[in-house]
């Protein structure tokens, strides 16, 4: 009897010591994820912002219908998971897209989420509704979309104009957090209400943000993290020194430079640190309205001047990427392959062929060595604009081109490109998804309030029409291919290059994964944890 | 003296009417307005969601419907929204004052109890190795930038301490309190003290070769109280006038050591609200700072009073 009850009492201690312990390696729960901001974002609402700034600490906050996995670091189609839905389908000859919802959801004020929810948001997108966004500007992304129907409670539909097999894509951003009915825009913008892991406690400007976890998250067991802090330092060497010191367990994500990365790990040895495409180019925007770039021999001349590898050399230390409009592979799914890259002309590696070709079309248009053309590069007052800008301006002087620099404030950037007040510009694009629809239409298409330069080709637009339609992902592949050459050919916006950053954490934060093809799309911080 | 006072109080209302326009009219000539930034930093502009946004802020009125309206608003105390947080001006700035008034006050603490002492004995010890010493300590005051120096602090904290001494909402203990404010205050009082002990120096110079200090010493007065009793007495007043203007002039240096310490202060937070071009807060800020700025000019002029007994107000 006594040997029982002794057996009995090892069983108990270890089934209670078996649920109070962790394995090593398994996810711990508790702690809070302490992280500088680079920035003070303007507002809270991720649907009135176009800047990461917003993404990295509110999308903790929502969640969407569906979404790229978080631990996988190449957003694509084949990667997409539910979220909000439990499941979708496309039906009606690929022109309706119906998601099945999850049951038993609530906002984080304890009210249920429904399929009115997501109906609001996405009228509220397309302009159709009678509450209204300040600013919105991913309306475009939505052009193709109908309506957006319930049935009942918990299903709802995209009913499209055509097939667009990217909607899919697009619903899966950092940038697409479902909303909910009973919050006006205004209150998201100061205190946001979502579904997500984490609810918001309190931005103050200049300062703090600061989430605490959302105990009845519909994901049981998530989030890891008790809470996650971010302290805004704008000052850059601040804020990696006091990475370095260990006041954070992670720097802002893609925030250190390949130059600064050096000094964050000859300081910091332990320190994880991850180099990743940000998806951002750095192109040229050309006033082809306007002389003398409305001489196509000029445009032509000035694109074949560029030496992209001088560029990534001086700015990156050989650590960025050369490509068209879309990101290149290896961690681009959509960029040209190198061979057929380099047929373009100025992506040749032989850089003295291609400037003497270049000399000969600036000597074609009156231009010479007793002629130099005179012009202003015109870029935003910004180091990340800045310092390409310079390169670029010596570059052009190889080419009878003799570039000044005219450095702009953010607030008056904008406006001046609008109003073509520009001849030469140096400008940095984002891409919030890795898929040519939101590329090509927002950057190229004829009126499309981003494409800069008015470049306008109704022959190219019917391509970006075919390769949207394309369901099957070689055909469109060879398509978009095709387009990008044509871009990069047309001179519309010559691409650069393709920048990389850096992010760093401490040692003992487990489960951080940086998207490798977009800035924009991973930070849930759901499967984040500490192990201390 | 009454006479005086009213004269004084009604150039102070005067001139601040007169900065509350050069502030409003100076914000407008500045290129750019929020709605152009909120439209810059979202990369597209919609003529008609702009117009909704400027008839919402109120930025579409004639500019002198917007003067009375800020105006009018200052004066009843209701100050606004920021337009950019959406939330009271006032609950903005009110939280982020205490924290610019410790680190001004501490800094201008640092800049008069080590310039004056300094000054003292740098003029005392006229031509020694001790006041050459000193001299350098002051030049190089004059000529490292507070931003640099802040810098190189927080780097050779980290790299000789392995901490850093940034800014600490909740301090755990009264040293990390001490800590938040006194690096940066010395980091930007550094330079205001070497302008102290300069002219403490050459203003004790000047007052210890006038001849009631030789009629001190040859009654057998002791140098201490020579020096701080009756030379330092008389010496002070130009030291007074360049602390009052430094104060006003800290503003300067405190943004920038307010970005280098990450030290949510009114300094920083109106350079960001100038970035946005954020009305409600850059107008009711920099008029609060051109009232403290007038009040202490007015106070300075009754300290001299106080410690120069030869001043005396009258109608």
């Known amino acids: 009897m006594r040997s029982v009850w002794a057996l009995a009492a090892v069983a108990a201690l270890s089934v209670l010591t078996a649920s109070t312990t962790t394995r090593a390696g398994e996810p711990k729960q508790g702690g809070i994820l302490r992280m500088y901001h680079r920035d003070s974002p303007g507002n809270a609402s991720i649907h009135e912002g176009a800047t990461y700034s917003l993404n990295v600490p509110f999308m903790p906050v929502f969640n969407n219908l569906v979404i790229y996995k978080q631990d996988e670091p190449q957003n694509s189609l084949n990667n997409i998971v539910p979220e909000l839905a439990e499941s979708w389908a496309w039906v009606n000859d690929n022109k309706t897209l119906t998601f099945k919802l999850r049951q038993g959801v609530k906002w984080h ?96 400007a200049n300062e703090s943000i600061k989430l605490t976890r959302n105990p009845d998250y519909w994901r049981k067991g998530r989030p890891y993290l008790d809470g996650i802090e971010f302290t805004i330092i704008q000052n850059r060497s601040t804020a ?137 590069v015109s870029t935003r007052n910004l180091a990340e604009y800045r310092d390409p800008a310079v390169i670029l301006i010596d570059q052009l002087k190889s080419i009878y081109i003799d570039g000044e620099l005219d450095v702009v404030e953010t607030a008056n950037w904008f406006p001046k490109v609008a109003r073509k007040d520009y001849m030469l510009g140096l400008n940095l694009t984002g891409n919030a998804v890795d898929d040519p629809d939101q590329s090509f239409y927002e950057n190229y298409s004829c009126g499309s309030e981003r494409n800069y330069t008015n470049y306008c080709n109704k022959e190219i637009e019917k391509l970006f029409d075919a390769q949207s339609q394309e369901t099957n992902i070689d055909k469109r592949k060879k398509l978009v291919w095709e387009i990008d050459k044509k871009l990069q050919e047309d001179v ?41 | 003296m009454f006479a005086y006072l009213v004269r004084r109080l009604f150039l102070m209302l005067v001139t601040l009417f007169g900065i509350s326009i050069v502030i409003f009219f100076l ?55 920021s337009y950019v947080s959406e939330k009271p001006a006032l609950q903005e700035i009110l939280p982020r004052i205490p924290i610019t008034a410790r680190l001004a006050g501490l800094a201008l603490l640092f800049s008069a109890s080590i310039g004056i002492p300094l000054g003292v004995i ?99 007065a002791s140098d201490a109280a020579v020096n701080y009793h009756h030379a330092l007495k008389n010496a002070i007043l130009p030291v007074i006038t360049v602390i009052g203007i430094e104060a006003a002039f800290l ?65």
């Open chain 1, 109 to 204: 004020d304890g009210k249920p989420f429904t399929a009115a929810d997501v109906k609001c948001t996405f009228d509220m997108l397309m302009g159709k509704s009678q509450q209204k966004f300040r600013q919105n500007p991913r309306k475009a992304w939505y052009n193709e979309v109908n309506d957006v129907a319930t049935n009942g409670d918990f299903e709802v539909s995209f009913n499209l104009k055509r097939p667009q097999p990217s909607l899919l894509a697009l619903l899966a951003s950092g940038y697409t957090p479902v909303y909910p009915c009973h919050v006006s825009p205004g209150d998201m913008r100061t205190h946001p209400i979502g579904t997500g892991p984490f609810k918001f406690v309190d931005f103050k």
């Open chain 1, 240 to 376: 990696i020194l006091a990475f370095v010191a260990g006041k954070f367990d992670m720097t802002f994500p893609t925030h250190i430079t390949i130059p600064l990365l050096k000094d964050v790990k000859s300081q910091a040895s332990n320190a994880i640190c991850v180099v990743e495409p940000t998806n951002v180019s750095t192109n040229i925007i050309v006033n082809s309205t306007a002389p003398p770039f409305d001489n196509v021999d000029i445009r032509r001349a000035m694109a074949l001047a560029l030496d992209r590898k001088a560029f990534v050399s001086i700015l990156f230390e050989g650590q960025a990427d050369i490509g068209g409009t879309m990101l290149p592979p290896p961690h681009g799914l959509w960029g040209m392959p190198k061979d057929m890259l380099e047929s373009i002309p100025g992506y040749g590696p032989d850089v003295n062929a291609n400037r003497e070709e270049a000399k000969k079309l600036m000597q074609k248009a009156g231009y010479g060595p007793d002629k130099h053309l005179p012009v202003k």
């Open chain 1, 492 to 532: 519309a916006r010559p691409i650069i290059f393709h920048a990389r950053a850096g992010t760093c954490w401490q040692p003992y934060v487990k489960g951080v994964t940086v998207m490798s093809n977009s800035s924009y799309n991973g930070y849930r911080y759901e499967d984040v944890w500490m192990d201390k």
């Open chain 2, 27 to 81: 914000l407008r000539i500045v290129p750019g307005n929020i709605v152009d930034i909120l439209f810059a930093a979202a990369g597209y502009v919609d003529p008609a969601d702009k117009a909704n946004l400027e008839k919402e802020l109120g930025i579409d009125q004639p500019l002198i419907v917007q003067y009375w309206h800020w105006i009018s608003g200052f004066l009843r105390g209701d100050f606004g929204y």
């Open chain 2, 122 to 220: 740098s003029a005392v010890k006229q031509g020694t190795k001790l006041d050459y010493a000193l001299r350098v300590v002051s030049l190089s005051g004059l000529s490292l930038p507070s931003f640099w120096l802040g810098l190189l602090i927080l780097t050779a904290s980290v790299a000789m301490f392995g901490q850093m001494p940034i800014f600490n909402p909740n301090p755990q203990t009264w040293l990390e309190a001490f800590a938040t404010y006194a690096v940066p205050a010395a980091a930007v009082g550094f330079r205001s003290a070497a302008l102290t002990m300069r002219i403490t120096r050459s203003s004790m110079l000047e007052v210890l070769r006038q001849d009631y200090i030789r009629t001190a010493r040859a009654k057998g």
């Open chain 2, 251 to 315: 503003i300067g240096g405190l943004i920038v050591t307010e970005t280098v310490f990450n030290i949510p202060g009114v300094a920083r937070f109106l350079v960001e609200a100038i970035r946005w071009r954020d009305y409600p807060i850059v107008q009711n800020l920099v008029m609060l700072i051109a009232v403290v700025v007038v009040f202490a000019n007015f106070t300075v002029d009754m300290l001299y009073a106080v410690f120069d007994p030869r001043i005396r107000y009258t109608d």
